[in-house]
Nanobody, 126 residues
Framework: QVQLVESGGGLVQAGGSLRLSCTIS????????VGWFRQAPGKEREFVAA????????YAADSVKGRFTITKNNNKNTVYLEMTNLKAEDTAVYYC???????????????????WGQGTQVTVSS
């Protein structure tokens, strides 16, 4: 059974930082592509960042480039999302997701991912 457990969300002031963690079990972590998505109230779920299974290349949405960094620790089966210079518009529930057969062009597509975590709330106060 594949499980994703997110942690690290919370309340932070604008300009602050948070680190989200996503620990994955029940899957060959080294062969998995992992992505972070977020969903604000009344909005669709949107892509934030992903780390591709081949070569550990990383990708990020334009809205977070230069502020958010995705990394992973294979020994801990964990992917991290380091978020800096947070803005009020970053407020959302953040989800991690994983897939084994995701192609590069589908990294930002929610339907490409097989399993999802429960989400963690990030609130940025202005």
């Amino acid at each position: 059974q594949v499980q994703l457990v997110e942690s690290g969300g919370g309340l932070v002031q604008a300009g602050g930082s948070l680190r989200l963690s996503c620990t994955i079990s029940g899957r060959d972590f080294s062969r998995s592509t992992v992505g972070w998505f977020r969903q604000a109230p009344g909005k669709e779920r949107e892509f934030v960042a992903a780390i591709f299974r081949y070569g550990d290349n990383t990708y990020a949405a334009d809205s977070v480039k230069g502020r958010f960094t995705i990394t992973k620790n294979n020994n801990k089966n964990t992917v991290y999302l380091e978020m800096t210079n947070l803005k009020a518009e970053d407020t959302a529930v953040y989800y991690c997701a994983t897939g084994l057969r995701i192609i590069l062009s589908a990294l930002s597509t929610t339907s490409a991912y097989d399993y999802w975590g429960q989400g963690t709330q990030v609130t940025v106060s202005s």
